[in-house]
């Protein structure tokens, strides 16, 4: 069982091989129209995520999932799977873990062990960034330590900071050290 976590802050590393990789992203519940990254990723399969959401399709509330396959789109064979983060008030470390552990339990149902995550947008969502984001970390080491599979994650994320995002990964590989996780830093 390995973890390896790419880090990139920039969109620019999608149409670099990683086409065929599905995105993993989050919408908060009534937050529309889409920012940061998951509003770059609605433009780039021309709106689907928004059309879904203004058809009633998908609501963002807690546990809503949504996997668009998008053949006939911008992106041709490109997958994105959208979940629910409920409420944007009164995000916690709890309930995004929650919420996290659902989403990598519909991943692992589809067998998906590669994947593009895009991290909530955590500003102004009436929590602290750092413990939330340490509730991300615990949730994505807790899936990936299950088992013999390998996994491989590409992180993009506009809200938190780099160090941050390493810490919390680091500080969850105390709580499961038998994973083997390995963090691989873009190159300017």
């Known amino acids: 069982m390995s973890v390896e976590i790419n880090l990139d ?37 021309c709106g689907e995520v928004s059309r879904m959401i203004a058809s009633g399709r998908f609501s963002g509330n807690e546990g809503d999932r949504l996997l668009l396959r998008l053949t006939e789109s911008c992106h041709p064979e490109r997958k994105v799977l959208v979940y629910g983060l409920g409420s944007r008030k009164g995000l916690s470390r709890g309930r995004l873990s929650s919420v996290t552990d659902g989403l990598f339990s519909t991943l692992a149902g589809l067998s998906i ?33 299950q088992g013999e ?30 994973a083997s996780l390995s963090i691989i830093e873009k190159e300017d």
Do not use: C, N
């Open 113 to 145: 062990r590669s994947f593009v995550y895009v991290l909530p947008p955590l500003y102004d969502a009436g929590s602290d960034i750092r413990e939330t984001l340490d509730g991300i970390a615990l949730s994505v080491m807790k899936f990936t330590s």
């Open 149 to 178: 599979a390998e996994y491989k994650l590409w992180l993009l994320w506009d809200s938190v900071s780099h160090s941050d995002i390493i810490s919390s990964f680091k500080d969850a590989m105390g709580v499961f050290p038998e």
């Open 9 to 45: 802050t920039s969109f620019d590393g999608l149409s670099d091989g990683l086409q065929e990789v599905p995105i993993v992203m989050g919408v908060f519940e009534g937050h529309v129209p889409l920012h940061g990254y998951t509003g770059v990723i609605d433009w780039e399969v």
